[in-house]
């Protein structure tokens, strides 16, 4: 699986921003995807997580409620809608896929990576 994210920019404090991962490959609905993010100083953690189907999402406490993780199996893209957003938002921020059979709040199940997209929130 190959993964190329894209949508990342400079946004103000409270603004939205909606980051795209398109999948190249077969069997996108096979995996797990997730958005995780690293910040300058500060180790990568996992922001939101959507199963094969859809059907299950998880979300890191300190997002939950203003960001929203989807999917669109037909297009293979998963989104990332980011609301209100806040300067402690900033940072890289990735998709990533793994295997049905893992944990997708776990970062180590995670086996694929885009190569990242820049969010930068000016308070």
């Known amino acids: 699986v190959q993964l190329q994210a894209s949508g990342g920019g400079l946004v103000e404090a409270g603004g939205s921003l909606i980051l795209s991962c398109a999948a190249s490959?077969?069997?996108?609905?096979?995996?797990?995807m997730g958005w995780l993010r690293q910040a300058p100083g500060k180790e990568r953690e996992i922001v939101a997580a959507?199963?094969?189907?859809?059907?299950?999402?998880d979300y890191a406490a300190s997002v939950k409620g203003r960001f929203t993780i989807s999917r669109d199996n037909a297009k293979n893209t998963v989104y990332l809608q980011m609301n209100s957003l806040k300067p402690e938002d900033t940072a890289v921020y990735f998709c990533?896929?793994?295997?049905?059979?893992?944990?997708?709040?776990?970062?180590?199940?995670?086996?694929?990576w885009g190569q990242g997209t820049q969010v930068t929130v000016s308070s």
């Open positions: 959507i199963s094969g189907s859809g059907g299950s999402l």
């Open positions: 490959g077969r069997s996108f609905s096979r995996y797990h």
């Open positions: 990533a896929a793994a295997n049905l059979y893992r944990s997708k709040m776990d970062i180590r199940s995670y086996e694929y």
